[in-house]
C-alpha cells in the first residue's frame, strides 16, 4: 500500500476523529465490543475514498456513513433497551438459559520475568468444546504461583491446577461453587500429603506450597474460589471488581482492623502470604460468586503482575485491546518495572447472549 | 440445541445484510473490511455497508450461532493492526444455502411471469 501525502493523512486523522466521536451515540456495551474494529474498517474504507479522486465520491461515503449510523444507532439503542425492560421483568434469565448463552474470548499468558531463573507460575484454561459439559460444568481458569526450595514451586503450582481441573469436572456435585471449593481443597489435600512424606531435615528443603486462584464461568455467573494472593478482577465499565480474596499479610492486617495498609506496608513483610496450598489439612478456601454482564472481562493473575501494576491501569489495557493483546502487554508492563517476579495472567471476555 | 432444520427455517427470510455477510464468509474467512471490500467486489460496489451495519449484524449472527470469530491477527495486505476474523458455522452454511434456495424459487416465478429470461441472464443489461 502506498503512504499517503500529508494533507491526506491530515484529512484521515480529523475523519477518524469525527467518526470515533460520533460512536458515542452507540449503547456502552455496543460500542466495548466493536468500537475498535469499526474504527479500524472505517479507516480502510476512509482510504480507499482518498485514493479516489471524484468529488462526489466523498459526498456518497459521507451520506452512507450518516444513513448507516443513523439506522444502526437507532435499532442498537432500542436493542439495548428491550433487552433492559425483559431484565425488569425478570425474563432475560430464562432466555439466557435456554440458548446457551455465554461466549467466551480468551487468552492466557506466563512468563518467568526478568530475575527469576525458572517459572513458578502455572494457569490452566479450560473451555468445554461440547455443549453439554459446558452448560453443565462451565469453563475452568486457575493461576497458581508455586513456592518452595529447589524449583518445588513449579511442582506445586502444576500439581495444584491439575488437580482442580480433574476434581472440578468430575465432581458429581450441582452446587457450581461448592464443587469448585472442593476441587481447590482437594488440590490441597494432595500437597499437604506429598509434604508429610518429607521426614528428614534434608528432605524438608523439599517443602513445597502454592496459591490458586480458580474461577468458573457459567451460565451468566463468575465462581469464584483462592487461597494465597493471586487475585481475580472483574472488569466492567469504568469499575474494577476484586473478587478474590487477598492473602496477603499486609491486606490481611487492614482486613482485621489492626492497621492500615501504609503502617502494614512499614513493616516490610513484603510478599509474605497468611495462607497457601499445602501447608495446612484445616485450610479455609475464600470462596464467592458475582452476576456477570455482556462484555464484563474476567482477569487472574499472580503479584507479579497485580503488585506491581495498578488496577486501574489493567484496566485501561484489557478494555483497549483484545484478550491476547491485553495479556502480552499486561505482561510486558510487568517487566517494564523490573519483572521481579513470574507474572501471569488470564484474560477472558465475557459474552452473554442478549 | 439450535441446528435443527425447524431452526434453520425459523430464521427466514434472512436480513440482505446478514445473507450479505454469508455469502461474504462462503469462501474464506474474513474480517469486517474484508467482508465490506467482498461485497463491493462482487456487486461492481453497488452494495455498500457501513460498520454500523456491519457489525449489529455480525453480533446478531454470532448470537444465532450463524458465524464465530476465528481469532485476531493483522493482515498483511493492510497494516499491522490486528482484527477480529470471522467464519461461517455449519449451521450458518445451512442458513446460506436454504436463503439461497428460496430466492431461486423467487426467481424462478419471475421468470414464469416473464420478468426475466428463463435459464439465467440475470443482470438485465444484455
Known amino acids: 500500500m502506498n503512504p499517503l501525502p500529508p494533507d491526506a493523512r491530515r484529512s484521515q486523522a480529523r475523519a477518524e476523529q469525527f467518526y470515533r466521536l460520533l460512536l458515542h451515540l452507540y449503547p456502552v456495551a455496543f460500542r466495548r465490543t466493536y468500537e475498535r474494529e469499526m474504527l479500524l474498517a472505517f479507516r480502510a474504507c476512509y482510504r480507499d475514498l482518498l485514493q479516489q479522486s471524484h468529488p462526489h465520491e466523498r459526498l456518497r461515503f459521507w451520506s452512507m456513513i450518516a444513513f448507516d449510523l443513523g439506522i444502526t444507532v437507532c435499532s442498537e439503542r432500542l436493542r439495548s433497551?428491550?433487552?433492559?425492560?425483559?431484565?425488569?421483568?425478570?425474563?432475560?434469565?430464562?432466555?439466557?438459559m435456554a440458548s446457551a448463552l455465554l461466549r467466551l474470548d480468551v487468552a492466557a499468558l506466563t512468563d518467568r520475568g526478568l530475575t527469576r531463573d525458572a517459572n513458578e507460575d502455572t494457569l490452566i484454561s479450560v473451555v468445554p468444546p461440547d455443549t453439554q459439559t459446558m452448560q453443565q460444568k462451565g469453563a475452568l481458569f486457575v493461576v497458581a504461583d508455586g513456592m518452595g526450595g529447589h524449583t518445588m514451586g513449579e511442582v506445586a503450582s502444576d500439581l495444584a491446577v491439575t488437580t482442580i481441573r480433574e476434581t472440578y469436572y468430575q465432581n458429581p456435585e450441582n452446587d457450581t461453587l461448592t464443587a469448585l471449593r472442593q476441587a481447590v481443597e482437594q488440590a490441597n489435600e494432595t500437597i499437604v500429603q506429598r509434604n508429610e512424606t518429607l521426614r528428614t531435615r534434608e528432605e524438608a528443603s523439599r517443602w513445597m506450597g502454592t496459591t490458586c486462584v480458580a474461577a468458573v464461568l457459567k451460565d451468566d455467573r463468575v465462581y469464584i474460589a483462592n487461597a494465597g494472593d493471586s487475585l481475580a478482577y472483574l472488569i466492567r465499565d469504568q469499575e474494577v471488581l476484586q473478587l478474590a480474596q487477598n492473602h496477603s499479610w499486609e491486606v490481611e492486617q487492614v482486613r482485621l482492623g489492626a492497621m492500615t495498609l501504609e503502617e502494614a506496608k512499614a513493616q516490610g513483610k513484603g510478599n509474605v502470604i497468611t495462607c497457601c496450598l499445602g501447608d495446612t489439612l484445616e485450610l479455609e478456601v475464600y470462596a464467592a460468586t458475582e452476576q456477570a454482564q455482556d462484555g464484563d472481562i474476567l482477569v487472574l493473575c499472580t503479584d507479579g503482575l497485580h503488585g506491581l501494576i495498578g488496577e486501574e491501569e489493567i484496566r485501561a489495557i484489557v478494555q483497549q485491546y483484545g484478550p491476547e493483546e491485553s495479556a502480552a502487554r499486561l505482561v510486558a508492563r510487568a517487566n517494564e518495572s523490573g519483572g521481579p517476579d513470574n507474572i501471569t495472567a488470564v484474560v477472558a471476555r465475557i459474552s452473554l447472549a442478549a | 440445541m439450535g441446528n435443527t432444520e425447524q431452526n434453520v427455517e425459523k430464521l427466514l427470510p434472512l436480513t440482505p445484510a446478514v445473507f450479505a455477510i454469508l455469502l461474504a464468509l462462503a469462501d474464506q474467512e474474513r474480517h469486517g473490511y474484508g467482508i465490506m471490500q467482498e461485497l463491493a467486489l462482487r456487486t461492481d460496489g453497488k452494495l455498500r455497508m457501513g460498520p454500523g451495519t456491519l457489525y449489529g449484524s455480525i453480533k446478531r449472527m454470532l448470537a444465532d450461532g450463524l458465524i464465530r470469530e476465528s481469532g485476531e491477527r493483522?493482515?498483511?495486505?493492510?497494516?499491522?493492526?490486528?482484527?477480529?476474523?470471522?467464519?461461517?458455522?455449519?449451521?450458518?452454511?445451512?442458513?446460506?444455502?436454504?436463503?439461497?434456495r428460496r430466492l431461486e424459487q423467487l426467481v424462478h416465478v419471475a421468470q414464469s411471469k416473464r420478468l426475466l429470461p428463463e435459464g439465467g441472464g440475470i443482470g438485465g443489461n444484455r
Open chain 2, 74 to 100: 493483522p493482515d498483511p495486505t493492510l497494516d499491522d493492526e490486528r482484527r477480529r476474523y470471522y467464519r461461517l458455522t455449519d449451521f450458518g452454511q445451512r442458513v446460506a444455502q436454504a436463503e439461497a
Open chain 1, 81 to 96: 433497551c428491550v433487552a433492559f425492560c425483559k431484565r425488569l421483568l425478570g425474563r432475560e434469565r430464562n432466555y439466557l
